[in-house]
DNA sequence: CAAATAAACGGAGGCGCCTCCGATTAAACT
DNA sequence: AGTTTAATCGGAGGCGCCTCCGTTTATTTG
């Protein structure tokens, strides 16, 4: 029977890897990245992969059979973080108060971006060499951010005479903050900052 | 001439590194540059740098002292070649005809860039913490073809309808053509032809 | 439930990276 | 020429990378 679909109960909505796993193999794969998500972080990208392996209970052999190479490994960590980041947006919409949502929601950015920081070689093959991961990623937190402000502004949470564009260039000069011990206190001090400007004016 | 020049009777113009290293130090150092000049575009600038140490014959410590880093030995080959091709453009220009010099010109740029191929992540790295050296590296080969070009042409060589830029333009297209065995033998002939269309229409 | 099979595991092994420091030696001094 | 000094040498050692393949185990089949 080759004419349709394989009948498949697995929605492929959340498009998650859709290769089939044996279950040891789905649990391994999920253990290290869930142990790469924790320590890229920490200690950059170019950890020990050893390490990673060590941390997750598993051997070496098994890390390099998921992930052939180092990016690989990054580019999952990363999508999955994006796709996280994209959910915390409904979520927070749904649980507080449009202003706090939208605080909140860039204070997690923050943290994300923060990530990101010491990735720069790994991440930058990456991006040359798959940089639709990266437009792809930065279209979805565009959206994100953007139904954020239109909830707050049209509720009255904040002024309205600030669009999207002008809040992610204030993002976007808070990465280019020059990495120190402080970064990442400096970031969250700017995003209150850029809160109470956003809540005053309104 | 001015006054405050310190009078050293190195002349400036070949630019060497003007730290004095001790005799040992510097043959070492020669040596060292010169097999990596040979190896890198054999075998890629992936190759193993202690390979590269025994090769010259000295100690992989050696090799570290010198250059810090894969990309600081790439960069002085990298330097170096270029320097010795803007130098190619002048006696080149002496000892042949002018199109004749503007032909083997041509050849030996081919053969620079066969050098870069494979080197692209190191060279990647280095563009982007490095871009002076880019610019500075591009300017040169202008100035050099321009001359070629330029001579050739005043001269009756080869039409003057053609500006320095439509052949660069020409000589990067040879640059995009995709990897393979046969590229280098490829872009010779390309440069035959191209050099044929030159003399062809004058 | 047992046997068969295909898939996944995981660590040993070989290689390269880079650091560190005792041995070596060029150069300066007497 | 002999001594001193400071620069340089160079390889051992510790660590990570990645591959390869004998062993283990989930899943299928009877």
Avoid: C
């Avoid at 790469?36 to 209970?57: C, H, M, N, W, Y």
């Avoid at 990623?137 to 959206?143: I, K, S, T, Y």
């Amino acid at each position: 029977m080759d004419s349709a679909e394989p009948k498949t109960t697995e929605t492929a909505a959340t498009a998650a890897e859709p290769t089939k796993l044996r279950a040891d193999a789905r649990r391994n794969r999920d253990k290290l990245i869930e142990v790469a998500a924790v320590v890229f972080p920490q200690k950059g990208v170019e950890t020990s992969l050893e390490d990673i392996a060590r941390q997750a209970g598993v051997g070496i052999g098994t890390l390099y059979r998921h992930f052939p190479t180092r990016e690989h490994l990054v580019e999952v960590v990363y999508r999955r973080e994006l796709e996280s980041l994209a959910a915390a947006a409904r979520e927070l919409a749904e649980k507080h108060s449009p202003d706090v949502a939208l605080e909140e929601w860039m204070r997690r950015f923050v943290g994300y971006i923060a990530t990101k920081r010491g990735m720069s070689n790994s991440l930058r093959i990456l991006m040359t060499s798959n940089s639709s991961l990266f437009a792809e990623g930065f279209g979805n937190m565009r959206g994100a951010l953007d139904s954020l402000l239109k909830t707050a502004s049209q509720q009255g949470y904040i002024r309205s005479d600030m669009d999207t564009a002008d809040v992610m260039h204030a993002l976007a000069s808070i990465y280019s903050i020059p990495d120190s011990p402080e970064w990442r206190d400096r970031s969250l001090r700017l995003i209150g900052l850029l809160m109470d400007g956003l809540r005053a004016g309104k």
